[in-house]
């Protein structure tokens, strides 16, 4: 055994500097980094906070930088998240236990896991660019909430993936035989057992994911989100406003009132939704003629059309109300209103509409009743980056501010789903040691 | 002292007299034909297993060489041996564990009796296997959950135990394994708060839960105080009236002082088979003797 | 736990099933493209739905670029698109191999804007040649100071600014200075974002650059316009809304177009859009920063509308300079023109 030797002793005097060196240059990095970021919200915060209020968070957008606000993208964001949530992590999960717990190790799964290392690093254009030909035009699910979900889901699945098998990995082979010396099946000791186990580090994991999808703009843009939407997707809930079902229209000219309505009826193109909208404000006028040789039957009718709170029956006798026209409800809950001339059969109708000069045969429906549940799932949508990367670009500079502005909300929620994670993570560690 | 093993549920090709079969061979490992004197006539073992002139290779490792050795039952059978010599592998065949490995090949067979099904058998479903025989681990291995979730597991993936039936076997296990009065107001609480001992105890109850044939002890104390490891040996001497022990341990002393038969592995290789007290007094090979008074190993 | 695992997969799976709820079809109007027209259709569009009348009726804008527009459109995805440039040729051929026909219709106008740093006092008026001198692709790395392109100007370094070569405003400047789009120098500090270019200039002293005229509207404290000089009449002009609207500032004076789908145009609601655009988008447009058409030239629009006449004046090409009379006298034509002009 060597004895300790001056040099030994002034060496360890310079490894401690080396040591002290290493951890100043640390620090000085750490601090650096935080600075920038301090700076960067600091910035971000004192431009927007003016224009942060309630007004901001539940106007939609406008040409006047001081009225628009950010609903229609808050509401897009959650919603899209959401689905990418509903996709991303259940897929994730199941993809990562596969690999883990079932996968035997060949050269196929080892494809598989470099690729999956690989497609996290995909730009995220790429994804957009694939996602507009996978799920808007081969799969024909249109510029929805659900495409963008689905996108967003696909681009942060190979993060959620590679969370989940570290999570699967860090628990002891041990407690898989545990379980698997009890009798369980694979199924069995990964619901059980490696499954809830892992489920704090795959949350946290996820939530990053989530983080990173709320951020994007090039993908949302690529399959055509919106910028422009005044209205919210429908709700999965409540009654549709009453509605009418357009079944046949043609062009209108005043000179040709006596086209049948036969010849329109053939030109079907579609339905329409709530409420009434080429119709005169609260009114409407039916027009009918029961054969070619008899003239144009008009009947004007005052209808509350700007009320989507009218009940069907109140419909009803409003219409039985005016003399020439009755209202009946079918049994598929369509409301049909036939021109009740006495002494004759009751026909077809059709409104014209004066200001579009179109001709439109049509009965009234409740709206098919109810919300679909999950309607809103096909509709449009505009989320937080999309009115960001429009405003900073705007000429004026009032809408600088409003992008600033979101910008802190889109910090704030990625915050808040940052603080969800750790706040999960502490919960469910607390009961789990080896 | 050997049994007519009651072949009747068997079927097949398979079905013989097991005792028919079994008996050339245990005479031929050396049993103890005059019984030591310390044996009382009452507890005049029957076999419940019989290794078969077993092979095992890890891909193209050949761990295990053509082992043969009964278990008697609800005896404690030691396997004792160096590091390496092949113990746990043979100890993890009565369970299929290294069927969770990829590449393990087994050859011989694993005879369970009455029934005589052979545990390695091709067409024998490990988790059949798994379900009739338990196991404790080197490390205690509670589940991070409650005491109560951690016994009721094997019932549970069985399927088919009504709530109060579930909780009179955890009651019923825990009381087996010692540890009901100490946790019986905590049942709810992680099982990891539990001392090592206790974990022990705890795993103990829970390869008990399921009323297994066999238990496989896989040095259940090389990670235990003197004092808990005491314990643990108590108990496996408590349970062995319900149950057939075989445990694997590099711990001479505990060999001695817990197990009614001992078997001495070396290279894969069964060395010697007996009852303890001859294994240990007057050891019929050189290599046991010179393991046993720990010139190597 | 597992109670809520189970639970969440239950309700996981519920979700998927309902996925496939038909969608309804709804009252709306799809507009998508330019993102240069986009606060043009975006002021119309918030005016159009705040409208009692036109209660019900969906109006979105998406902001995919001219480029992108003509995409959906052409595949009939959208019911208008916006763009700051003729259709062209690749795009018209698909539009006809689809059997979408659609109405042309210009609905505003941007001056392109010239701009230098206030404090360069030397130069106030520039014409098209000298615009050439400077971004032609052969000035690329050897028009580099202000004495090269005119002598009576310093010999100091030029700075360029100008548009990347994915906006609109890129191809049109390219097309009316050196008569080709998408032909210029590449050696110049490029944006998107036209604010960066608007920083660019206001901080250096000899820097030119080009950009729409509500960028300029909205910084006329950091920037100078310069007036171009007509290559018609020989006067130099300023950028102003007159100037644009009787076709003296030119060439720099670009049409903004929304094309609309014949078929569409069936549909009540985009014919209301439309002709509340024609009618009553002046004001807007001005409110806006861009240049309205003269009040003629939304009657001739209008009449387009009624009397559904399909086809482009352009031919499929991009013409600079075209004044506002010359484009709607220029004849229709749904197919693709052999010469520009």
């Not at chain 2, 009452?42 to 019989?50: E, G, L, N, Y």
Request: hydrophobic share 40%; net charge neutral.
């Amino acid at each position: 055994m060597a004895t300790l030797t001056d040099a030994h002793i002034s060496g360890i005097a310079r490894r401690r500097r080396i040591d002290l060196c290493f951890a100043v240059a640390g620090a000085v990095v750490l601090t650096l980094a935080l600075g920038v970021l301090v700076a960067l919200v600091t910035n971000l915060a004192k431009d927007g906070a003016a224009r942060l209020g309630w007004d901001f968070l539940t106007s939609f957008p406008s040409r006047r930088a001081g009225d628009a606000g950010v609903k229609s993208a808050i509401v897009g964001t959650a919603l899209v998240m959401f689905v990418t949530a509903c996709t991303a992590i259940p897929l994730g999960i199941a993809a990562g236990l596969y690999l883990e717990e079932y996968a035997r190790k060949n050269w196929f799964t080892a494809i598989v896991e470099i690729n999956i290392a690989n497609l996290a690093g995909v730009p995220s254009i790429i994804w957009g660019l694939m996602a507009l030909g996978l799920f808007v035009y081969w799969m024909n699910l249109g510029r929805s909430i659900l495409t963008a979900g689905l996108t967003l889901g696909l681009l942060v699945l190979p993060i959620v993936i590679v969370a989940t098998r570290e999570a699967v990995r860090a628990i002891p082979q041990i407690i898989r035989e545990a379980s698997y010396a009890c009798g369980a099946t694979r199924l069995q000791t990964v619901w059980h057992h490696i499954l809830p186990y892992s489920l704090s580090g795959i949350i946290t994991g996820s939530i990053i994911a989530l983080s990173r999808a709320i951020g994007e703009t090039a993908p949302l843009i690529t399959i055509g989100a919106l910028t422009y939407i005044a209205f919210l997707p429908p709700p999965p809930f409540g009654e549709r406003p009453w509605h009418y079902d357009v079944e046949s229209r043609a062009t209108f000219d005043t000179a040709q009132r006596t086209q049948p309505l036969e010849d329109v009826s053939r030109d079907i193109s579609g339905s329409h939704d709530s409420p009434t909208p080429s119709l005169r404000d609260g009114e409407i006028t039916f027009a009918w003629r029961l054969d070619p040789g008899t003239p144009i039957t008009q009947s004007r009718l005052s209808l509350p059309l700007s009320s989507g709170s009218m009940s069907l029956s109140d419909l009803v006798s409003a219409i039985d109300a005016d003399e020439n026209l009755a209202a009946t409800i079918s049994r598929a809950g369509r409301l049909r209103i036939t021109a009740d001339a006495p002494g004759e059969d009751p026909g077809e109708f059709c409104i014209t509409n004066d200001t579009t000069g179109l001709i439109e045969a049509f009965s009234i429906a409740p709206g098919g009743g109810r919300y679909g549940a999950t309607d809103w799932i096909m509709s449009e949508f505009t989320v937080l980056p999309i009115q960001m990367f429009n405003w900073v670009s705007r000429p004026d500079s009032r809408f600088q501010v409003n992008a600033a502005a979101t910008g802190l909300v889109l910090l704030t929620l990625t915050l808040m789903m940052n603080g969800i994670a750790i706040w999960l993570r502490y919960r469910l560690r607390r009961s789990i040691s080896w | 002292m050997v049994t007519t093993p009651t072949p009747s549920e068997n079927t097949g090709s398979n079905q013989m007299n097991a005792a028919a079969d079994v008996s050339p061979l245990v005479a031929s490992m050396a049993l103890p034909q005059p019984l030591p004197s310390d044996f009382e006539p009452a507890q005049s073992p029957t076999i419940k297993a019989v290794a078969e002139n077993l092979h095992f290779h890890y891909g193209k490792f050949h761990a295990l060489k053509g082992v043969s050795l009964p278990i008697m039952q609800n005896q404690i059978t030691a396997l004792i041996g160096p590091s390496g010599c092949g113990k746990s592998t043979f100890l993890r065949c009565f369970n299929r564990m290294h069927d969770l490995y990829p590449n393990s090949t087994y050859q011989g067979a694993i005879r369970l009796l009455p029934d005589d099904i052979n545990l390695v058998g091709p067409g024998i479903d490990p988790i059949a296997v798994r379900m009739r025989i338990s196991m404790v681990f080197q490390k205690p291995n509670p589940f991070p959950k409650s005491i109560f979730e951690n016994v009721a597991f094997s019932l549970r993936v069985r399927g088919g135990f009504s709530r109060s039936e579930i909780s009179d076997e955890v009651e019923r296990s825990l009381r087996s394994a010692a540890l009901w009065d100490e946790t019986k107001d905590r049942l709810h609480e992680p099982a990891n708060k539990l001392s090592g001992g206790q974990q022990q105890r705890l795993c103990i109850a829970r390869s008990l839960a399921s009323h297994p044939e066999i238990i496989l002890f896989d040095e259940p104390t090389s990670a235990l105080d003197p004092k808990a490891t005491r314990r643990i040996e108590e108990l496996m001497t408590e349970i062995k009236s319900q149950v057939t022990v075989l445990v694997v341990t590099h711990n001479m002393q505990q060999a001695s002082r817990v197990s009614d038969y001992t078997a001495f592995m070396y290279l894969g290789e069964l060395i010697e088979y007996g009852p303890t007290a001859k294994v240990f007094q007057n050891p019929a090979n050189q290599l046991t003797e010179e393991y046993i008074s720990g010139r190597f190993g | 736990m597992n109670h809520r695992i189970t639970l969440l997969f239950a309700f996981y799976s519920a979700l998927v099933l309902f996925m496939h709820a038909p969608a309804h079809a709804q009252t709306m109007v799809r507009i998508d493209g330019s993102s240069t027209v986009y606060p043009i259709i975006e002021a119309v569009a918030e005016e159009f739905q705040a409208k009692r009348e036109h209660r019900g009726i969906k109006v979105t804008v998406g902001i995919s670029g001219t480029g992108g527009g003509f995409k959906k459109f052409v595949r009939g995805e959208i019911d208008i698109s916006n763009a700051s440039r003729p259709i062209l040729v690749n795009e018209l051929l698909e539009a006809r191999q689809n059997g979408i026909e659609f109405i042309e219709l210009p609905v505003a106008f941007d001056a392109l804007t010239v701009v230098v740093n206030p404090r360069n006092d030397f130069v106030t008026q520039i014409t098209v040649d000298e615009l050439r001198k400077m971004w032609e692709p052969a000035a690329q790395g050897k028009v580099m100071r202000w004495n090269q392109v005119n002598p009576s100007w310093p010999d100091e370094n030029l700075n360029l600014y100008g548009a990347g070569s994915d906006s609109g405003t890129f191809d049109y400047f390219t097309e009316a200075v050196n008569g080709k789009a998408k032909s210029s120098r590449g050696d110049f500090t490029a944006s998107e974002d036209d604010n960066t270019l608007v920083q660019g200039v206001s901080r250096d002293r000899l820097a030119i650059g080009y950009f729409g005229y509500a960028y300029y509207a909205e910084n006329k404290d950091k920037l100078k316009a310069l007036a171009i000089v007509n290559p018609a009449t020989g006067k130099a002009v300023y950028p102003s809304e007159a100037a644009v609207k009787d076709g003296t500032y030119a060439p720099m004076s670009r049409p903004a177009f929304i094309y609309v789908n014949k078929k569409s145009l069936e549909k009540s609601e985009v014919r209301r859009f439309v002709e509340f655009l024609l009618k009553e988008g002046a004001p807007l447009v001005e409110e806006v920063k861009y240049v309205p058409l003269p009040a003629e030239a939304y009657e001739k629009a209008l009449d387009r509308v009624r009397k559904l006449e399909t086809g482009t004046a352009f031919g499929g090409h991009n013409i600079a300079g075209l004044h506002i009379d010359e484009i709607f006298s220029r004849p229709l034509s749904n197919d693709v023109s052999d010469s520009p002009r």
